[in-house]
T-cell receptor
Framework: GAVVSQHPSWVICKSGTSVKIECRSL??????MFWYRQFPKQSLMLMATSNEGSKATYEQGVEKDKFLINHASLTLSTLTVTSAHPEDSSFYIC?????????????FGEGSRLTVL | GDSVTQMEGPVTLSEEAFLTINCTYTATGYPSLFWYVQYPGEGLQLLLKATKADDKGSNKGFEATYRKETTSFHLEKGSVQVSDSAVYFC??????????FGAGTTVTVRA
């Protein structure tokens, strides 16, 4: 099946720094990717929809300036957590749809665990 | 808004036991319903889905039936294996791409 890869798998950073997480579709093209956030023992919460070549669409309550999303190519979307603080520590997951296949199935990355000290 | 409530875990079973994970939903329209599975160290994978009332999704011995009258989509497997140990997520979508997830249920199957 289609593969989505995230990098890094885990990252530890100091408060105030910015962290970039990459989401790549390895064997298919994706005009749309989705970014989720998951707190321990809670649901995946959709943060934003990443659109290739255009601005991301953010869900209500998600700060656009805090979580910068860039979808510069059909196989790569990046999420940058700017000026990270401990409350941004979480598990971030991306998903993508194979635009060549009309099944609607989403393929998920392995997730990236961010810890802000 | 849309929401999904699924059985809290963790669930620990012996091999060949019967597994049920309850899932109920709230939606304004007629959503599609999904079960995703996340094996250790891997991303979420679609396990099965159902797109309309009374549909039954099935895969790898797992089944779930879309029950509109009870707004439920319970996951069942008659005889689990150690390899079924994973986190299971119930989800719904009013369209095919934006998903609302339950909290996930961790299942551990012991030999």
């Amino acid at each position: 099946g289609a593969v989505v890869s995230q990098h890094p798998s885990w990252v530890i950073c100091k408060s105030g720094t910015s962290v970039k997480i990459e989401c790549r579709s390895l064997d298919f093209q994706a005009t749309t990717m989705f970014w989720y956030r998951q707190f321990p023992k809670q649901s995946l919460m959709l943060m934003a929809t990443s659109n290739e070549g255009s601005k991301a669409t953010y869900e209500q309550g998600v700060e656009k300036d805090k979580f910068l999303i860039n979808h510069a190519s059909l196989t790569l979307s990046t999420l940058t957590v700017t000026s990270a603080h401990p409350e941004d520590s979480s598990f971030y997951i991306c998903s993508a749809r194979d635009q060549a296949v009309n099944t609607g199935e989403l393929f998920f990355g392995e997730g990236s665990r961010l810890t802000v000290l | 808004g849309d929401s999904v409530t699924q059985m809290e875990g963790p669930v620990t079973l012996s091999e060949e036991a019967f597994l049920t994970i309850n899932c109920t939903y709230t939606a304004t329209g007629y959503p599609s319903l999904f079960w995703y599975v996340q094996y250790p160290g891997e991303g979420l994978q679609l396990l099965l889905k159902a797109t309309k009332a009374d549909d039954k999704g099935s895969n790898k011995g797992f089944e779930a039936t879309y029950r509109k009258e009870t707004t439920s989509f319970h996951l069942e497997k008659g005889s689990v294996q150690v390899s079924d140990s994973a986190v299971y997520f119930c989800a719904l979508s009013e369209n095919d791409y934006k998903l609302s997830f339950g909290a996930g249920t961790t299942v551990t199957v012991r030999a």
